[in-house]
Every structure is written in C-alpha cells, then in structure tokens.
C-alpha cells in the first residue's frame, strides 16, 4: 500500500520569504511524485512531478522540489513567497510498479501567504 | 493544452435522486478517474478507467457506480444520494503510459445532498 503525509494543515509565510511546504510518503517500491495547487472553488492545476534523476525538481511559478529517498520526503520549495500563492497544496504519489489506478494524496496543506 | 470538463460545478440534490456527473476530456485520453474531495481527507479515487467499457474500483466505490460508452467520456453515478455523499467530486484523465504519468484535472463539482 502506499500513503503520503502532509504534516502540516497549514503553513504561514510572510510575502518575499522563502516556503517550504512538506510531504513524506510511503511505496513498496520506487515512488512517482506530484505537487499539484488548488485555487479556491477550482480543479487541480499540476505543478511538478519526480519520476527519475536529478532529485531537485522545477515546476511552475517559480516552484521547486527535492526528492530525498533517504527520508522519503518530496517538499514543495520557492525562494521568495507571492500572496498569489496562497491556495491548498497536495503532494502525491504512485509506485512505480503499479498499474494505471489512480494518485495516492495527502490531506493538503493550506499556503497562506501574509502581505 | 489538456481539457477537462464537467456538466456541473454546483448541484443540488435531494436524498434518493438518481444523480449523474458528466466528465469530458478532449486529449484522446485512454485513463479517466473519479476522486471525491473532503476537508480534512484530500482526495479519494471512486472509480478508475482504463478503456471504454471498462472500469475498475478505487478505494471508496461503495454507493457509486460509473459508465464509460465512449473514449472521451466518463460517468459517475449516484444511485440513490445520500447526505454522506455531499462532497466536491473531480474528474481526472491521463495517457496510458505507465505510472508517470500525469493527471490533469476537470474544475469540479460540488454537490449538495439535501
């Protein structure tokens, strides 16, 4: 089976700061990675993904992620924090052996991003 | 660009309707999925498809069932609503490429069970 925790509910950052956005996860075997950003009464808009190689991962609006296979984390990075980013986060994962079922999520963290 | 759309964004339903909600993606498609998203739980697959025709359960499929007739389209339906199945509901579609591959999402429908 495979899970993913967001630690956090919630994560206040002031605007211009740098954010960090965490997530652990759990696969059986080697794990795909997703970040994806949910604007209020809207879908899921894709951010980055970690399938293989270089474990820092660049996404868009300026959003990166570190895969760390040691820790079995995937946190959500960017240098310096917009008020438009604030919104709800989800990390993702697939086993990488697995067949063509759906993510695994985590519960969300909520971003919000202080003026 | 990917698109993905649903018939609703807001619905209303009383307890016992029969409920359908629709799911189109216009990329040729072969993967589609039902999640229901709560506060507090993140998202949870309903249902999955990788075919017309063919359908698989995800991790919460009881009450729900799904149809897929054509390629581009992917059903979900209540059978008979109830309260507990008052939720936001997305849609999802991917290539059929393996596992990395990524899912693009429709903009949801919340739907109210009265």
């Known amino acids: 089976a495979q899970s993913v925790a967001q630690p956090e509910d919630q994560v ?8 960090t956005v965490k997530c652990t996860y759990s696969v059986s075997g080697n794990p795909y990675l997703f970040w994806y950003v949910q604007y209020p009464n809207r879908g899921l808009q894709f951010l980055l993904k970690y ?12 959003f990166e992620a570190e895969f760390n296979k040691s ?8 240098p310096s924090a917009l008020v438009s980013d604030s ?29 | 660009d990917v698109k993905v759309t649903q018939s609703s964004r807001y619905l209303v339903k009383r307890t016992g309707e029969k409920v359908f909600l ?11 999925f039902w999640y229901r998203q ?12 990788y075919d017309v025709k063919m359908k698989e359960k995800g991790d919460i499929p009881e009450g729900y069932s799904v149809s897929r007739e054509k390629k581009e389209r992917f059903s979900l339906i209540l059978e008979s609503a109830s309260t507990n199945q008052t939720s936001m509901y997305l849609c999802a ?7 990395s591959e990524t ?12």
Do not use: W
Not at chain 1, 12 to 19: F, I, S
Not at chain 1, 87 to 115: E, N, S, W
Not at chain 2, 40 to 49: A, D, K
């Open chain 2, 38 to 49: 709560d506060p507090g739980l993140g998202l949870r697959l309903i249902y999955f498809s």
């Open chain 2, 103 to 114: 899912q693009y999402f429709g903009p949801g429908t919340r739907l109210l069970v009265l």
């Open chain 1, 87 to 115: 919104a709800l986060y989800f990390c993702a994962v697939r086993d990488m052996g697995g067949g063509a079922d759906g993510l695994t999520f985590g519960k969300g963290t909520h971003l919000i991003i202080q003026p």
């Open chain 2, 22 to 32: 629709e799911c189109v993606q216009d990329m040729d498609h072969e993967n589609m």
């Open chain 1, 51 to 62: 399938i293989t190689g270089d474990n820092l991962v660049k996404g868009s609006y300026g």
């Open chain 1, 12 to 19: 206040n950052v002031a605007e211009g700061n740098p954010l």
């Open chain 1, 71 to 78: 820790q079995t984390s995937f946190h959500l990075k960017k």
């Open chain 2, 93 to 99: 579609s991917t290539r059929f490429g393996g596992t």
